[in-house]
C-alpha cells in the first residue's frame, strides 16, 4: 500500500494518467517529477549539513557569567535555526516554482502536440 491506496486503485490513477497526457508526452511529464523531486531532496539535503555543522555548547565553570552566556549562545543557536529553516523553506519554494514551470511546459507541450 502507498499513501493509503491499494494496487487497484493506484492502476486507475495510471490509467487515467495515460489517458490524459497521452504515451508521447509521459516521459516529458515524468522527467518533469523526477527533476521536482530532485531539487526537493537538495533542497532538504542544504539544511541537514547547517545543523551539523553546529558544535555542542560546553559549559565552563564561571562563577556569575556563566548563565547569561549560555543564554546568549541559546539565543545564538536558536537564531541560526530559525535561518537554517527560512532558507530551506526558500529553497523548496524555488523548487516548488520550478516544478510548476515545468508541469506548464509539459502542458504546452501536450497541447501543442494534440493542436498538431
Excluded: Q, Y
Excluded at 62 to 91: I, L, M, T, Y
Amino acid at each position: 500500500m502507498v499513501l493509503g491506496l491499494g494496487p487497484l486503485e493506484l492502476v486507475v490513477i495510471l490509467l487515467v494518467v495515460l489517458v490524459i497526457f497521452g504515451p508521447k508526452n509521459l516521459p516529458k511529464l515524468g522527467s518533469a517529477m523526477g527533476k521536482t523531486v530532485k531539487n526537493i531532496r537538495e533542497g532538504m539535503e542544504d539544511e541537514e549539513p547547517a545543523k551539523k555543522d553546529e558544535e555542542p555548547v560546553i559549559e565552563e565553570a564561571v562563577e556569575d557569567e556563566e548563565e547569561p552566556e549560555v543564554v546568549d549562545e541559546a539565543a545564538a543557536a536558536a537564531e541560526a535555526a530559525r535561518k537554517a529553516e527560512k532558507k530551506a523553506k526558500k529553497k523548496a519554494k524555488k523548487a516548488a516554482k520550478k516544478a510548476a514551470e515545468a508541469a506548464a511546459a509539459a502542458a504546452a507541450a501536450e497541447s501543442d502536440a494534440d493542436a498538431e
